[in-house]
């Protein structure tokens, strides 16, 4: 079985663009969560999608938002882009949106901002 | 605001040593705690999920425990190898939908 699969791996973008960033889970995975991962604040929660419907959101301004689609593909996208948004995206995907199943990272999105 | 501390941040150690990692968590209230490991500049590999009721989970040479009413987990890895080296990460899922908390990480480092 395939595992969590990100497109795409390296971005380089400059500031005040917007950035589009794709998950596919685990095939029958429905839940779909995405962190940002960077050297001084570690791994950040930023939210989780079950069927189609974000379930919870972490402490990050508008400019990050997310969607998930009936396949259970996920996009986020953050627009107007900072230099403090340079770090490594992570999504997850996990059978249900409950707490109790295992949950399992794709590769990664490097995200640059210059 | 459910925190989670692992300590040491790096351990460095000669191969075929027995070795504990520690995770702590100030909230008990807890679905289920996961340990994972990180290569550099790599995603998260999964390597134990412990539920609440449970006290402990083993996979080879990992063992990890569980004391909720403490706060605390370890991962044992038994007879460590160079392949070890790697960031060993714990987080807590604390509520219905599936949001990890994570603590800064411990840096294993193997020495041959």
């Known amino acids: 079985k395939a595992g969590v699969t990100q497109t795409p791996r390296y971005l380089i973008k400059t500031r005040g663009q917007q950035v589009t960033l794709s998950c596919s889970p685990i095939s029958g995975h429905r839940s779909v969560s995405w962190y940002q991962q960077t050297p001084g604040q570690g791994l950040q929660f930023l939210f989780e999608y079950f069927s189609e419907t974000q379930r919870n959101k972490g402490n990050f301004p508008g400019r990050f938002s997310g969607r998930q689609f009936s396949n259970s593909r996920s996009e986020m996208n953050v627009s107007t882009l900072e230099l403090g948004d340079s770090a490594l995206y992570l999504c997850?995907?996990?059978?249900?949106?409950?707490?109790?199943?295992?949950?399992?990272f794709g590769p990664g999105t490097r995200l640059t901002v210059t | 605001k459910q925190e989670v501390t692992q300590i040491p941040a790096a351990l460095s150690v000669p191969e075929g040593e027995n070795l504990v990692l520690n995770c702590s968590f100030t909230d008990s209230a807890i679905y289920n705690l996961q340990w994972f490991r990180q290569d550099p500049g790599k995603g998260l590999t999964s390597l134990l999920l412990?539920?609440?009721?449970?006290r402990e989970q083993t996979s080879g040479r990992l063992n990890a425990s569980l004391d909720k009413s403490s706060g605390r987990s370890t991962l044992y890895i038994a007879a460590s190898q160079p392949g070890d080296s790697a960031t060993y990460l714990c987080a807590v899922n604390r509520g219905g939908a599936q949001k990890l908390v994570f603590g800064q990480g411990t840096r294993l480092t193997i020495n041959p």
């Open positions: 412990i539920q609440s009721s449970q």
């Open positions: 997850a995907s996990s059978l249900t949106g409950t707490g109790t199943y295992e949950q399992y």
